[in-house]
């Protein structure tokens, strides 16, 4: 498995590295900036990213905006500080396959990280018993015309990811379960309970 960690904090890079390794995970690589993030990823084929928010320049979001669409064989976890449903659900929306509050228990981490490599196995799996792979058009949109690499592994994405249907998602700091569902665009359409949570929260909010 190979794993990149995203963190401007150099403590908290190091910590996250030894922890992995102290695991046996041994191909582990870290990256201090956004910026710089966005190159690696791109170029570096990645199993799982440890991705942080708060970072000068190039934030979290900002990495996942640039990189989700054009690696669909690689898994977000987001590890930060801020813990905010609005900010959880952005990043759902972005990609991220889970989302950890700073300070992690090493067992929930190392679990979310078994598990997104896993999900990454599965879309895999999906994507060879359905006859296409992430470079190449599914035949569903055959009639599709683009020479555009990346468009033809956005569409690649979009359709295994939205051949998954639903998923759930529990490991968010009040431990809410939540299913999502994928759409076309390969975007989440609609975050069950916690979205649904989040906006009659800022409707009574409103009301008051």
């Not at 690696?71 to 977000?76: A, D, I, K, V």
């Not at 979310?112 to 879309?123: D, N, P, Q, T, V």
């Amino acid at each position: 498995m190979k794993i990149l960690i995203v963190d401007d904090e150099e403590l908290s890079l190091t910590y996250v590295r030894r922890v992995l390794k102290w695991r046996g995970m041994r191909n582990v690589e870290i990256c201090d900036s956004g910026r710089e993030a966005i190159k690696k990823i791109r170029e570096g084929n990645f199993d799982v990213v440890l991705l942080d928010l708060l970072m000068p320049e190039v934030d979290g979001i900002q990495v996942l905006e640039a990189v989700s669409p054009f690696c669909p064989r690689t898994e977000f976890i987001i590890l930060t500080a801020v813990d905010d449903v609005a900010t959880t659900v952005k990043a759902m929306r972005r990609g991220a396959y889970d989302y950890l509050v700073k300070p992690v228990d090493n067992e929930l981490l190392f679990l979310s990280i078994e598990r997104a490599y896993e999900h990454k196995g599965l879309l895999a799996g999906l994507s060879a018993n359905a006859g296409f792979d992430a470079g190449g058009i599914p035949p569903a949109f055959a009639g599709t015309i683009t020479q555009s690499a990346q468009m033809k592994s956005l569409i690649s994405s979009a359709t295994m990811r939205r051949s998954m249907l639903s998923r759930t998602f529990n490991s968010c700091p009040e431990r809410t379960c939540i299913t999502y569902h994928w759409s076309l665009a390969g975007g989440i359409v609609g975050i069950v309970g916690l979205e649904n949570q989040f906006n009659s929260g800022s409707k009574s909010s409103g009301q008051e």
